[in-house]
T-cell receptor
């Protein structure tokens, strides 16, 4: 089946720093989503981005489907950005999501 | 629109007992998914419904697990004869699956199951 790999697995930043999270996938995908999982376990939708570039405030994402990767950019990080970031893809009509292992981000004040 | 809701939020049970979880999707969403997440891992797909039809089940879904979505609205996930290995967060998601391919999924807060 399709493999989804995220890097880095862990990231520690000082408040105000910028970061880039990467998601590689092993085969063609229909859709790609980025999520932020908060400390209570809730998955929060960040981007639905099968291709192209989107921006939402301090966050932006780019997916290059032909090269099978996606990037999530966080600028001017804040302590509330801490948590686990997941990339997930779908590859068939049913739309089940295949998740990566996540990047755990810790932003220090 | 109140989002996807799940009940209960936490469940502690003894090994061998049966448990049932409920998921209420976003209204008008025709697709409903169940996932399971263990500590330190990403969520893993269990099963999904389009309206009331269960269209796909993962091999992770053993015979002790059963899911239903009567009338294509809320869904229930039942685990019979629970085992300690069933301890996990059970997540429900819904989407408005369109023929165009758009299928953004939105997740509920999850039910955390602890089997003693």
């Amino acid at each position: 089946g399709i493999q989804v790999e995220q890097s880095p697995p862990d990231l520690i930043l000082q408040e105000g720093a910028n970061s880039t999270l990467r998601c590689n996938f092993s085969d063609s995908v229909n859709n790609l989503q980025w999520f932020h999982q908060n400390p209570w376990g809730q998955l929060i939708n960040l981007f639905y981005i099968p291709s192209g570039t989107k921006q939402n405030g301090r966050l932006s994402a780019t997916t290059v489907a032909t090269e099978r990767y996606s990037l999530l950019y966080i600028s001017s990080s804040q302590t509330t950005d801490s948590g686990v970031y997941f990339c997930a893809v779908t590859y068939n009509q049913g739309g089940k999501l295949i998740f990566g292992q996540g990047t755990e981000l810790s932003v220090k004040p | 629109d109140t989002g996807v809701s799940q009940d209960p939020r936490h469940k502690i049970t003894k090994r061998g007992q049966n448990v049932t979880f409920r998921c209420d999707p976003i209204s008008e969403h025709n697709r409903l998914y169940w996932y399971r997440q263990t500590l330190g891992q990403g969520p893993e797909f269990l099963t999904y419904f389009q309206n009331e039809a269960q269209l796909e089940k993962s091999r992770l879904l053993s015979d002790r697990f059963s899911a239903e979505r009567p009338k294509g609205s809320f869904s229930t996930l039942e685990i019979q004869r629970t085992e300690q290995g069933d301890s996990a967060m059970y997540l429900c998601a819904s989407s408005l699956g369109r023929t165009s391919g758009y299928n953004e999924q939105f997740f509920g807060p999850g039910t955390r199951l602890t089997v003693l």
